[in-house]
């Protein structure tokens, strides 16, 4: 299975940007996906995530500013972040769980300016 992540890139503090990620390979169902990020010096930490029954979770520093969404019938995942913070700045990486194997995809690099 391999992720591949869209999206990311440099944006003003307040403003805006979505992310995407679509699975390819073999997929029989994907669980849970999701995404994670890490600052600079930091752990890699979770952002939000999705069942495949559309039950979401998310970080308590996110609540309110970023939705995840997902396309079963395409396996994917996107993360619409809203009223961006400088403190969002980090690589973010998309996730997705099957049948116990987790996959991770390559990091995308989000730049909040102040």
């Not at 003003?12 to 669980?31: E, K, P, V, W, Y």
């Not at 998310?58 to 619409?80: C, E, H, P, W």
């Amino acid at each position: 299975v391999q992720l591949q992540a869209y999206g990311g890139g440099l944006v003003q503090a307040g403003g805006s940007l979505r992310l995407s990620c679509a699975a390819s390979g073999t997929i029989f169902r994907m669980n849970t996906m999701g995404w994670y990020r890490q600052a600079p010096g930091e752990q890699r930490e979770l952002v939000a995530g999705i069942t495949v029954f559309g039950i979401t979770n998310y970080a308590d520093s996110v609540k309110g500013r970023f939705t995840i969404s997902r396309n079963n019938a395409k396996n994917s995942v996107s993360l619409q972040m809203n009223s961006l913070k400088p403190e969002d700045t980090a690589v973010y990486y998309c996730n997705a769980d099957q049948s116990g194997t987790n996959y991770w995809g390559k990091g995308t690099q989000v730049t909040v300016s102040s």
